[in-house]
């Protein structure tokens, strides 16, 4: 459970970034977030300022959740491509790796084709970066955490605040 | 599942508060969101049934402070309590870094606290997580109500190992927070341990 925690760098972080702005560009989209799959926002990319990523990114990873139970309960491994259509804006949402979910918010700016053909060139991006984030990771297993230096004097100051 | 970012140096864990359907979960987080101040906290989102009854999990993104440049996020959910929502609390567990076991302290709800605990012990360990190895605090919730079992038999049946554990009132905020800064200080100080 918890030997997957990650750790993300900055570099990692920009190479994410860069991913999700030309995502954004390419695919002609309002908005792309890339989201852990544990509900963690990662990064996000576009003109949707101001709406709620927090939420956003755990209801994203339920939805992830929820259909995978439901994959199971009918023989798939998962269902790793949703489709969310709206009145003004829809949603494109792809599990990447088994890990990571890269979501993408369009308008009639837009087509669902375009998305699924952009798509798959980022989620093959993002799964190559993510890659290496975790053989890092494995390479030197918390090694570099800022946790090594926190004492316990940090943490009681902390509830203390 | 900590994650850790260095860019925007933060760091974010997650909290399950678990427990049988009507133990108060879902009023723990209440409590804390109303308590707590607005900039310190995003939105809650309660996925329930229209009888408020939790259908997949509360949510409620909180804000501690900094340690050592780094800003603590703690993001808590809750799960459905009844005993028939149980694919539902498995995918919520997955990546947990710390448990509030929520107890009803009711007399008559104690078959289904114990029925709760060994069903945690169990989806803990489908995901190769031990409970004794999990950061973990008991809460003995509704302390107030006038069939509350004996605090000695509680803490002797649900929490034989003794980790910290605390009497609370959750409609009125008693022993709520204690329990939260429990197991975020416990959460803190796992991370840390690993790292060392």
Do not use: W
């Not at chain 2, 050592?68 to 996020?73: A, L, M, Y």
């Not at chain 2, 008991?138 to 190992?161: C, G, H, S």
């Amino acid at each position: 459970m918890r030997d997957t925690q990650l750790v993300m760098y900055d570099e990692d972080f920009r190479k994410i970034l860069g991913v999700a702005q030309r995502l954004v560009r390419d695919a002609n989209a309002k908005g792309v977030f890339v989201v852990d799959r544990n509900g963690q926002l990662i990064g996000e990319a576009g003109e949707l300022r101001g709406i709620d990523t927090t939420s956003l990114a755990s209801l994203t990873a339920g939805c992830i959740a929820a259909t995978g139970g439901l994959a199971k309960l009918v023989g798939e491994e998962d269902f790793p491509v949703h489709y969310h259509q709206g009145q003004r804006d829809n949603l494109h949402i792809t599990l990447v790796s088994n890990r990571i979910i890269l979501v993408v918010v369009f308008d009639d700016r837009s087509s669902l084709g375009l998305v699924r053909l952009r798509v798959k060139k980022a989620g093959a991006e993002l799964a190559k970066i993510f890659e290496e984030i975790q053989k890092k990771s494995e390479q030197e297993p918390h090694g570099s955490t800022p946790f090594a230096e926190i004492t316990d004097d940090d943490i009681d100051n902390l509830f203390s605040q | 599942m900590s994650f850790i970012n260095y860019s925007s140096r933060e760091i974010n864990c997650k909290i399950v508060y678990y427990g049988p359907g009507l133990c108060g979960k879902t009023t723990n987080l209440q409590y804390i969101y109303n308590k707590t101040n607005p900039d310190l906290k995003g939105k809650m989102i309660s996925l329930a049934t229209e009888t408020e009854r939790t259908l997949f999990f509360d949510f409620l993104p909180l804000a501690l402070g900094q340690i050592r440049g780094f800003k603590t996020r703690f993001h808590l959910y809750t799960v459905p309590g009844q005993v028939f929502y149980d694919a539902s609390r498995k995918l919520i567990l997955k990546g947990v870094d710390g448990v509030v076991f929520v107890a009803d302290s009711q007399v008559e709800r104690m078959e289904a606290n114990i029925e709760s605990l060994e069903n945690l012990k169990i989806n803990l360990a489908e995901q190769g997580a031990d409970i004794e190895r999990t950061p973990y605090v008991v809460q003995y919730n509704k302390r107030d109500l006038p069939n509350a079992a004996p605090l000695d038999e509680m803490k002797r049946v649900l929490n034989p190992t003794r980790v910290a554990d605390f009497e609370a009132c959750a409609t009125v905020g008693g022993g709520v927070f204690e329990t939260l800064k429990a197991v975020a200080r416990s959460v803190l100080r796992d991370l840390k341990q690993m790292s060392s």
